[in-house]
């Protein structure tokens, strides 16, 4: 998870000779017009060869309307219902108006929306 801070990994190869022609034959083998979606492919084939864990957030958005938002924590294996309402936010799992989960909702776009109008019509919601 460290990972996540640092610059996405850049490839700058040249394949130059048998290199060039196994490039090009599993290109052509697959259909494939550019030479990164081969790069794609091939890292997305191998680790389901190797069997690796993929590593999913903690957070995850299940669904959301204008009452609030159901975030799936994968840390916990639990769901939290965060509420929108007039005095403000709400973590229904943590009791709170300050965990996790509201700093996670407060990141999703949809839910910014949300609280900028209601803050339009005096609700007590935070800055977004
Ligand atoms: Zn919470």
């Not at 034959?25 to 060869?49: F, P, S």
């Not at 219902?81 to 007039?86: C, L, S, T």
Request: hydrophobic share 35%; aromatic share 6%; proline share 5%.
């Amino acid at each position: 998870m460290e990972m996540k801070k640092e610059k996405p990994p850049q490839v700058r190869v040249v394949f130059d000779g048998i290199m060039r022609e196994r490039f090009e034959k599993i290109k052509r083998y697959y259909g494939l017009q550019k030479n990164a979606d081969l790069i794609r492919l091939l890292v997305t084939e191998k680790h389901e060869k190797l069997d690796l864990p993929l590593e999913l957030p903690r957070f995850e958005q299940i669904n959301s309307d204008e009452n609030g938002v159901k975030i799936l924590d994968r840390q916990i294996h639990k769901v939290a219902d965060v509420y929108i309402k007039p005095e403000g936010m709400r973590c229904i799992l943590d009791e709170s108006d300050d965990c996790e989960h509201i700093t996670f909702a407060l990141s999703l776009p949809r839910i910014r929306e949300i609280i900028k109008k209601h803050k339009r019509e005096g609700w007590k919601l935070p800055d977004v």
